[in-house]
């Protein structure tokens, strides 16, 4: 399988502070690649600064083969980004929208029409398409940005924190999108906070602390790395403490050692463990 | 540059204008009272003065168009977050303010053709033109001249944010100096401010296309003015260019220019 973004080593500092420090990762083609981290880890920042909208003072990016400083061009046509924000015109509406980006983009004008028209449908925005974006949800807004991002064919999809804001329907309705698109051969890089939509969705993840990867692999290497069986239990000082164990009988035993507790839960470990574990308590704490 | 994005920066710029009609006051409606204004004060008189009267409503029109039209559309941008996507694109920032500002110029050419007729209909008081056709001509050169010194502006006011206050600071002077309000001869020890002002040279133009001379101290002919013109457009645009390579630039580096 072959890599179709390589970051090594990347920093970018806002003054004095390094909102990426020292950044390595790799995406592979096809894949659907979730980036978790707690707010301010630097997600934005560094879909930033892969897609060319932030510059960087160390290390190197490049995407499709193409280093992002020496051939802009080349690797800015292989990648479409939906932002964290909103960004679409609001005096206008979903159609001129998608038309002043296509145009934007040089798409020939034979095929501009085509092309919005087919991925209107594509995501089901059809109808709205003589809306002015002002009058649409915040799940048609993000519709509409996708298909903004996708008209001139991009091998990689970057989505900032998609479904915040969403409903649940909304939300589902968008990791359908996903995930379509993704069996069409289109590379997903997802940030998120939710653990819920990471694990439904991506084939690894790679958790980022404070401008720094500190974990990469699936879902469930990440989970064995911690240990598989988690116990949780409400201790007597009133507070859930959670532990974790390579086998069932490693945690039943430790459960049943357990004296005056209220409650005990032993269950898979998942990746909500993983994430409150390392960008929690060993990252910051002793 | 890529017409493409200037053209469709262009169309963007006109459906906003008609879909926020508030424009129409500081682009239409404001010139024009500030003409009747002057025409009220000038009936008794006639010839240069009433030309200057109509010139000054007609130029005051273009570029107040010109300049609110440069300082709001990055404000505009700012507020949607829209200036990014565009920086995904092949197409670059300038390329859609110079969309936006033919639109602008456009409009501020409407608006001085009004004044004109209105000045000629209402108060009967239309400069007789010497070669008419040359005088339309040198409308539309003021106004490229304009909106080349509203495309500049229009990098300086991404650079900051205080661009309502300096666009209300900036909306006399150019009338001022361009010699649309009274000769710049009478501007004194400022004159030569007047001189490195595009619209000097095509104003002087439309004053030498309607009464047959103007009043620059080297005045060699219409033709010189417009060729003057042109070389400090050019000067202009090339600023303005470069400007933008800084802004983007910068935009990279500070990752501003979002929402905010
Ligand atoms: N334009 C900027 N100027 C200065 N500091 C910035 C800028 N953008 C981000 N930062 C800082 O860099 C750090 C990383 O920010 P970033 O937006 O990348 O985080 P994030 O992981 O996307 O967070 P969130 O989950 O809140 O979106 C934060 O400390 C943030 O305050
Ligand atoms: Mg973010």
């Given at each position: 399988?072959?890599?179709?973004?390589?970051?090594?080593?990347?920093?970018?500092?806002?003054?004095?502070?390094?909102?990426?420090?020292?950044?390595?990762?790799?995406?592979?083609?096809?894949?659907?690649?979730?980036?978790?981290?707690?707010?301010?880890?630097?997600?934005?920042?560094?879909?930033?600064?892969?897609?060319t909208?932030?510059?960087?003072?160390?290390?190197?990016?490049?995407?499709?083969?193409h280093?992002i400083?020496?051939d802009p061009k080349e690797a800015k046509k292989?990648?479409?980004?939906?932002?964290?924000?909103?960004?679409?015109?609001?005096?206008?509406?979903?159609?001129?929208?998608?038309?002043?980006?296509?145009?934007?983009?040089?798409?020939?004008?034979?095929?501009?029409?085509?092309?919005?028209?087919?991925?209107?449908?594509?995501?089901?925005?059809?109808?709205?398409?003589?809306?002015?974006?002002?009058?649409?949800?915040?799940?048609?807004?993000?519709?509409?940005?996708?298909?903004?991002?996708?008209?001139?064919?991009?091998?990689?999809?970057?989505?900032?924190?998609?479904?915040?804001?969403?409903?649940?329907?909304?939300?589902?309705?968008?990791?359908?999108?996903?995930?379509?698109?993704?069996?069409?051969?289109?590379?997903?890089?997802?940030?998120?906070?939710?653990?819920?939509?990471?694990?439904?969705?991506?084939?690894?993840?790679?958790?980022?602390?404070?401008?720094?990867?500190?974990?990469?692999?699936?879902?469930?290497?990440?989970?064995?790395?911690?240990?598989?069986?988690?116990?949780?239990?409400?201790?007597?000082?009133?507070?859930?403490?959670?532990?974790?164990?390579?086998?069932?009988?490693?945690?039943?035993?430790?459960?049943?050692?357990?004296?005056?507790?209220?409650?005990?839960?032993?269950?898979?470990?998942?990746?909500?463990?993983?994430?409150?574990?390392?960008?929690?308590?060993?990252?910051?704490?002793? | 540059?890529?017409?493409?994005?200037?053209?469709?920066?262009?169309?963007?710029?006109?459906?906003?204008?008609?879909?926020?009609?508030?424009?129409?006051?500081?682009?239409?409606?404001?010139?024009?009272?500030?003409?009747?204004?002057?025409?009220?004060?000038?009936?008794?008189?006639?010839?240069?003065?009433?030309?200057?009267?109509?010139?000054?409503?007609?130029?005051?029109?273009?570029?107040?168009?010109?300049?609110?039209?440069?300082?709001?559309?990055?404000?505009?941008?700012?507020?949607?977050?829209?200036?990014?996507?565009?920086?995904?694109?092949p197409?670059?920032?300038?390329?859609?303010?110079?969309?936006?500002?033919?639109?602008?110029?456009?409009?501020?050419?409407?608006?001085?053709?009004?004044?004109?007729?209105?000045?000629?209909?209402?108060?009967?008081?239309?400069?007789?033109?010497?070669?008419?056709?040359?005088?339309?001509?040198?409308?539309?050169?003021?106004?490229?001249?304009?909106?080349?010194?509203?495309?500049?502006?229009?990098?300086?006011?991404?650079?900051?944010?205080?661009?309502?206050?300096?666009?209300?600071?900036?909306?006399?002077?150019?009338?001022?100096?361009?010699?649309?309000?009274?000769?710049?001869?009478?501007?004194?020890?400022?004159?030569?401010?007047?001189?490195?002002?595009?619209?000097?040279?095509?104003?002087?133009?439309?004053?030498?296309?309607?009464?047959?001379?103007?009043?620059?101290?080297?005045?060699?002919?219409?033709?010189?003015?417009?060729?003057?013109?042109?070389?400090?457009?050019?000067?202009?645009?090339?600023?303005?260019?470069?400007?933008?390579?800084?802004?983007?630039?910068?935009?990279?580096?500070?990752?501003?220019?979002?929402?905010?």
């Open positions: 399988m072959s890599e179709i973004i390589i970051v090594e080593g990347v920093v970018k500092k806002y003054g004095d502070r390094a909102a990426v420090n020292g950044l390595d990762l790799r995406v592979n083609e096809g894949e659907i690649f979730g980036f978790l981290g707690p707010n301010g880890a630097g997600k934005t920042t560094t879909v930033r600064v892969i897609s909208l932030t510059d960087y003072s160390e290390g190197s990016v490049s995407v499709g083969g280093d400083l020496k292989l990648m479409g980004v939906i932002q964290q924000h909103i960004s679409l015109d609001t005096d206008l509406t979903v159609r001129e929208n998608m038309m002043h980006h296509a145009m934007m983009h040089k798409i020939p004008k034979s095929e501009r029409m085509r092309r919005i028209n087919e991925l209107a449908d594509y995501v089901g925005l059809d109808e709205y398409m003589d809306k002015m974006i002002n009058t649409l949800s915040g799940g048609w807004k993000k519709r509409a940005a996708t298909v903004c991002s996708l008209l001139h064919k991009p091998k990689v999809l970057f989505l900032d924190e998609p479904t915040v804001g969403l409903d649940v329907q909304a939300r589902r309705l968008l990791w359908d999108i996903i995930r379509k698109l993704n069996d069409n051969g289109t590379t997903i890089f997802l940030t998120s906070h939710y653990i819920e939509e990471v694990e439904a969705l991506c084939d690894r993840v790679g958790i980022i602390n404070d401008g720094k990867l500190i974990a990469l692999g699936t879902p469930s290497e990440l989970c064995n790395k911690l240990g598989s069986t988690a116990v949780e239990y409400y201790g007597a000082d009133n507070k859930t403490e959670y532990k974790y164990f390579t086998s069932r009988e490693e945690a039943n035993e430790f459960a049943s050692s357990l004296g005056d507790v209220k409650t005990v839960i032993i269950r898979n470990t998942n990746l909500e463990d993983c994430f409150v574990e390392l960008t929690g308590k060993s990252v910051s704490g002793p | 540059m890529n017409l493409k994005a200037v053209t469709a920066a262009f169309k963007q710029q006109g459906i906003q204008f008609l879909a926020d009609p508030q424009w129409i006051i500081p682009s239409i409606i404001a010139p024009f009272m500030f003409t009747i204004v002057a025409l009220y004060m000038h009936t008794d008189l006639t010839g240069p003065v009433v030309l200057t009267a109509v010139l000054g409503g007609g130029v005051l029109g273009m570029w107040g168009n010109m300049l609110f039209a440069s300082g709001f559309t990055i404000t505009y941008d700012r507020y949607n977050g829209t200036i990014e996507p565009i920086m995904m694109t197409s670059h920032m300038i390329d859609v303010i110079a969309g936006r500002s033919i639109w602008n110029a456009l409009i501020g050419l409407l608006n001085a053709v009004l004044v004109f007729i209105s000045a000629e209909a209402i108060f009967g008081v239309g400069v007789s033109l010497a070669d008419p056709l040359m005088f339309f001509a040198m409308l539309v050169l003021t106004l490229f001249a304009l909106a080349s010194i509203g495309l500049m502006l229009a990098a300086l006011f991404v650079l900051t944010r205080a661009s309502f206050v300096v666009m209300t600071i900036l909306q006399f002077p150019i009338y001022v100096f361009s010699g649309a309000l009274f000769p710049i001869q009478q501007l004194g020890v400022f004159a030569p401010i007047s001189y490195v002002l595009a619209p000097t040279w095509s104003v002087d133009a439309l004053k030498i296309a309607a009464i047959g001379h103007g009043d620059t101290i080297v005045s060699l002919g219409l033709s010189f003015n417009v060729a003057i013109a042109f070389v400090l457009m050019a000067f202009y645009i090339a600023a303005a260019y470069f400007l933008f390579k800084i802004i983007e630039r910068n935009i990279r580096e500070s990752g501003a220019l979002v929402r905010y």
